[in-house]
């Protein structure tokens, strides 16, 4: 059985980039790293001096979209540039609101360097409790590499002061996964 799971983790840790074998055979550890000033903390492969991170959390710190294709043993990263601005009920842009509100506003983002396609663009709120709800779920129609994508007016209840941070998702059309490519955070005053 141990034979399994130490020919199981040795498998896993073989990578395959182009040109490039990475071999790490060491334990599974949790490191601490910081990103943008924020510790993370993550499980990770450590080996000869290398920390091998999953790309999953690749994916959510960088704000890219990650496709693995098993069968060439090729990983591509996509990192879309995506700028978010928030428009009240009036089209002026806000970043405060007054707590407690119920509040009507729509999201405008401006999408550049797409390198892949994508069905579908998603947007969270999550509240200062960690709750999370979503503004807008739409289909797009056709994937470009550059585009302006505007939601549907969405009214939330800001009910507590602190930091609600609004989430933008692409969905790869070939693996069908949600990536966060963007964030903003609303501050509630």
């Known amino acids: 059985?141990?034979?399994t799971i130490k020919l199981t983790v040795l498998v896993l840790c073989i990578m395959v980039l182009p040109g490039t074998i990475i071999y790490a055979a060491s334990n599974q550890s949790e490191v601490s790293f910081y990103f943008n000033n924020a510790i993370q903390k993550q499980a990770a492969i450590l080996s000869e001096g290398d920390?091998?991170?999953p790309a999953e959390q690749l994916s959510k710190n960088l704000f890219a979209l990650i496709t693995l294709?098993?069968?060439s043993k090729k990983v591509r990263i996509y990192k879309p540039n995506v700028n978010?601005?928030?428009l009240d009920n009036n089209g002026e842009i806000f970043g405060k609101v007054k707590s407690p509100a119920r509040f009507a506003f729509s999201t405008l983002l401006q999408v550049d360097h797409l390198k892949t396609e994508i069905s579908d663009i998603k947007l969270t709120i999550?509240?200062?409790t960690d709750k999370t709800e979503t503004?807008?779920?739409q289909q797009i129609k056709k994937s470009e590499e550059n585009f302006w994508f505007?939601?549907?007016?969405?009214?939330?209840?800001f009910n507590t002061k602190g930091t609600y941070t609004i989430q933008v998702f692409f969905k790869d059309v070939d693996s069908k996964i949600w990536f966060p490519v963007?964030?903003?955070d609303v501050f509630g005053i």
């Not at 505007?150 to 209840?157: A, I, L, P, R, V």
Request: aromatic share 6%.
């Open 1 to 3: 059985m141990r034979k």
């Open 51 to 53: 920390i091998l991170l």
């Open 69 to 71: 294709d098993e069968t």
């Open 84 to 86: 978010m601005v928030l």
């Open 126 to 128: 999550t509240d200062p």
């Open 135 to 137: 503004i807008d779920n």
């Open 150 to 157: 505007k939601t549907n007016e969405f009214t939330y209840s």
């Open 182 to 184: 963007s964030e903003i």
